[in-house]
């Protein structure tokens, strides 16, 4: 008798303190970011001990496939980082969790509207936003100086750009600018919509959008941006090599050019990117989403919340050159002022950017697109291909728009 | 002998028993449900499939990518004849013994096993406008304007050729090496006392007696060059017209996640393959198996 | 004079094939002299090739960084696994397809090589699921068991198993042997440079795995050296030199292993092809 009532007591004593452990995901944090994570789960489980958190780090290239086989194979994290675009793509699907049963207004209001927004889809919340990033303009003092252009006077509007591009071309014999041209988001920053709200026809074939489309395809034929069109990385690498003067790119890739072209970076000093008719910047916006095989959905919300939290969000802007996506941000941090206050490039850049996070918007989003999911890939593909075409000159702006808006239209018809 | 032929069949089966039963699992349970699924509308993520017959394959023919993908690995065949000849000829230069060869022939394999970050980080930087082919070109005066050799939907897919060529010199060098030691060495003495020139001895020996290398080599080439996938992705990810059947078949897996349509895709590129080898064997002859 | 026309032809030939190598390997080329860059811009125009002030900083950062030790270790166990499984699968499978006569032969020979010609994307994440019923998630048998058995590897084994004379083995037999003597004493000891040319192969292609060894496993301290690169190479480690540096740290053995096996690559050809 005493044996049972041994046995019943270990038995309810070890139920009243089984562990739950989560598992997390991140996209290539580590070996980086080792210590913060760390922190991060140090911290969460000290102030939950029934909670054990497991961390896995997935290089990005490999990340959808991996996440794809987890999840068929009821193997996947309770809590997955992933951006808008997969989110999205996972949600459509029916792969991730709906939130809104497990959180609070206020909880979700701790984050910009726009950014929540992103991954809100037929009225359900799926993600939670974590880390942003949204592009600056860094220029090179130095070309201006040379070129005759003020350095403390860089360009607001993407007029501005194409002008002060056209006397750099002149005088100093090197690209102007180099854009990351995405079509789709070209359109939206300047207020064009894509499809109707209903999302079964084409809508972007306004004056505006030619407009727009000749204004590249002029920034092409005069050579002020590399007709190479490489993008981003492109653009990082010709900064670097000092043959551009303006890069207009994510915050992250400051810290690149002050790592891989130390002399570049002294003469490097950046701006707010250049505004288009809609007042919006483009964010590039990680999440935390929750796969809908979780065992522990409310754990796994726990520790969401806990690591998008701002404190621990503005601690990260502290490790790479990322902004919250928590109204709370960077202004309230009073490391972040001393540094800007000390002349840190990085700092300063970020507090600037930190104050356009109220116009930022995750261009990828199906509330801002209006693109139904199924389509969206296609609906993009067809667009790009155009809007490339007529920048480098087979077809003439109005053409390039008419071919796009057939085509665009018979995919949405299916 | 009643007990021989027992032990005949005991090993056939000890033998081929495991490696079978390993390759039906891995190999063919994958195939055969991929063809399964290729009539479904397949929800990968949460296993749900329904039938839905032919409609994968019609979405297929209606799809324009499908044939500019059909186009260019139709195109990218081109790539074949170029490897294999400059790997006979790689082949036959690497066949010297002289001081060092060893390591020469260790610097030509590097590029078949460069990693992927390394391959496209090196082209790009070759191909781009600014790079250095249009440096070289625009300072010797061959050319007045910069061309676009990965962004021009022309000329893309014959950019990714040459890095394909690049990469495949080394591998195929190896094989042909092979089949040139293979080839007594009297046998070229007796043409040299015979009188035979270089030239003759390349056209009139050495290349016939490689026929059944160049069986081999042509037939992995072909499906190698069918199947391309890598230069495609690292290189223009499918842009400017370069899609090619295997990233047609990612892209609708991966990006679109139509795993039905992928799948539908495989069976399609499947049967090609198989016309392929088929004309390599009626080309070349029957080699191999004639015991 | 003839000796003239020698000297020429010579230096001629070494003009060549150094004019080669620099085609072949200037990638590489680049990235050594990254790995040895010290705090200069690396993305010069035109590229400095010559490290301005050369240091081996970078080759030790990348141990601090990721535990590469530990990688190194894990794709040697991976591709030691690899390669015995290989080995001993396609020596074994291919011997009945070449040296014994059994209904059926041909045709499941033909079965065997029918699969070359499919592609096989969506092969990965079924066999994901096959991996995980059978209770190797996460392990390295579970990375190794999908191609432990390769068309290829059967098929060069069987070409090389033809070659062998009907007479040693059939002399085998009359002095008393039964089958399975016949096969370990005779026919598989005359395929030795086959099962090392096989082993050599199967070593290069796992030593570059990355993607399938990733799905399986979850534990990063079991991760191969592809993903400590991939790990290096990310857009939060702009750091290229360090990247570099691992990336030397990673090819170079496989070119060393190349330079002293070449000899049995090309044999394991030789007997594959020109039958």
Known sequence: MKKLVLVFLVVLAVLSFSKVTIEFWTLSLSPTFDDYINAIIKDFEAQNPDIDVKWLDVPYGAAVQKFTAAVTAKQAPDVMNLNTTWAIDFAAQGALLPLDEYLTENEKNLYWEKLWNSTVIDGKSYAFPWYASIPILMYNRDFFGKAGLDPDNPPKTWDEVFKYSRIIRANLDIYGFEPNIIAVDELLLEGIPIVTPDGKKAAFNTPEAVAKLEWFQKAYRENLMPRSLGGYGEGRQLFEAGKLAMYPAGLTMLKHIETNSPDIYKVTDVAAYPVGKAGIIKASLMNFVIPITTKHPKEAVKFALFITSPKWQIEFSKYATILPSTKQGLETSEEFMERAKKGDLNAKAMLMASKSMEKAVDLNAITVHHIPSDKYSQVRKVLQDYWLKAIKGEYSAQEALDLAEKEINEILAN | MKSRKMQVYFIVFLFLGIPLLLLGIFTYYPIIRGVFLSFTKYNMLLGTAKWVGFENYKALFKDKYFYTALQNIMKYLIVVPFIQFFSILLAILVNQKIPGIKFFRTLFYVPVITGSVIVSMAWKWIFNV??????????????????????????????????????????????????LQNIPSDVYEAAKIDGANSKQILFKITLPLLRPTMLFCFIISTLAALKVFEEIYLLTQGASGTATMMYLIYDYAFVRYKFGISAAASVIFSFILLIFTIINFKFFGLGGEKR | MRKKRKIIKYVLTYIILIALALFFTFPFLWVISTSFKGPENIFTWPPEWIPKKPTIENYIAVFKKIPMAKYFLNTLIITSLGVVFQVIFASLAAYPLARLNWKGKNLVFKLILLPMLIPMQGALIVNFITIIKLGLYNTYLGVVLPSAVTIFGIFLMRQHYLSIPAELEDAARIDGCNEFQVFWKISFPLVRPATSALAIFAFTAYWNSFLWPLIVLNSPDKYPVQVGLAQLSSSFEPNFRIASAAIVLVMVPILVFFYFTQRFFIEGYKGAVVK
């Open chain 2, 130 to 179: 600014d790079g250095l082919l249009n440096y070289t070109l625009l300072n010797l005066g061959l050319i007045k304007e910069p061309i676009l050799w990965l962004t021009d939907s022309h000329l893309a897919i014959y950019s990714a050729m040459f890095v394909t060529f690049w990469r495949g010199l080394g591998y195929y060098m190896v094989i042909y090496l092979a089949g």
